[in-house]
């Protein structure tokens, strides 16, 4: 096996990946047709083929440590219970990217990434890429989030990663925009502070002030009410961080059962 310390040196370089963040939701737009999914497919229908995908998803926290998953044959992962018998069915049966993994591990250098073969696809993953990519037929890997770090150390690691769009990968950041699943009102608009932080955040976006984003502390309140825990929040971080300047389109952009925002983009 090629050695960690010249595994990304030797990838070929490939025109630049889209990068992409998904405001992935409910698990069940994985087996449902609605708009959310539609949309899934309709863009999967619109983007390049890459060597491999990353996906950056909130259900895949550690601390302490960044992992990347490793395994040639990742396990879809049913990390959630009271859903339908049919949903627990789904399985994703990507091959993994054991090199591509081992190359993104030797190509940071400012923060520590370690090799994991326990993980496989959570549902903020496969749920996308089952609509997406319905073959199932490009390699995955994931990205752990360490919630040890702070939002900023968050988006300088994904800084980091920008060199793998130029080798075939194309990296998904998987989590919504507004998170808060204690305050769900299935049929109601959006609360007023869910859509205040979801219109600062595509604003900084559509003005490339990407370092904002590592900043939404300021909105105080606001944003603990947008995310009462940041795990939704930190995959938008990683497609902020390995964006260049490049068009942005939105879509999906609306909210679901009031205090979750869909909203999400592509970069290319």
């Known amino acids: ?99 591509m993994a081992h190359a993104t591990i030797d190509l940071v250098r400012n923060h520590h990434l370690e090799a994991d073969e326990e993980w496989g696809l959570d549902h903020g993953a496969w749920s996308v890429l089952i609509k997406m990519f319905p073959k199932a037929d490009i390699p995955v890997y994931q990205l752990s989030l360490d919630l040890s770090k702070s939002l900023n150390q968050h988006f300088e690691l994904a800084q980091e990663l920008r060199a793998l769009r130029e080798k075939g990968v194309m990296i998904i950041g998987s989590g919504n925009i507004v998170h808060n699943l204690s305050a769900l009102n299935p049929g109601a608009a959006p609360y007023d502070w869910a859509e205040t932080f979801d219109q600062h955040i595509a604003s900084r976006l559509e003005a490339r002030d990407f370092g904002a984003l590592s900043a939404v502390g300021a909105l105080g309140q606001i944003t603990r009410l947008a995310h009462p825990t940041a795990e939704h929040y930190l995959p938008l971080l990683y497609v902020a961080g390995v964006a260049h300047d490049e068009p942005l389109h939105f879509f999906n952009n609306s909210f679901d059962l009031g205090s979750i925002s869909m909203r999400s983009f592509i970069m290319a």
């Open 1 to 99: 096996m090629t050695s960690l310390k010249t595994a990304f040196s030797e990838l070929k370089a490939t025109p630049r990946m889209p990068t992409l963040f998904v405001g992935h939701g409910n698990p069940m737009n994985a087996i449902e047709d609605n708009e959310y999914s539609r949309t899934w497919r309709t863009i999967g229908d619109s983007l390049p083929v890459p060597n491999a995908i990353l996906v950056v998803s909130a259900h895949w926290m550690t601390r302490g440590t960044t992992l990347v998953n490793v395994k040639s044959k990742p396990q879809t992962i049913h990390d959630f219970g009271g859903f339908p018998r049919k949903l627990f069915e789904q399985h994703y049966p990507a091959p993994g990217a054991p090199e």
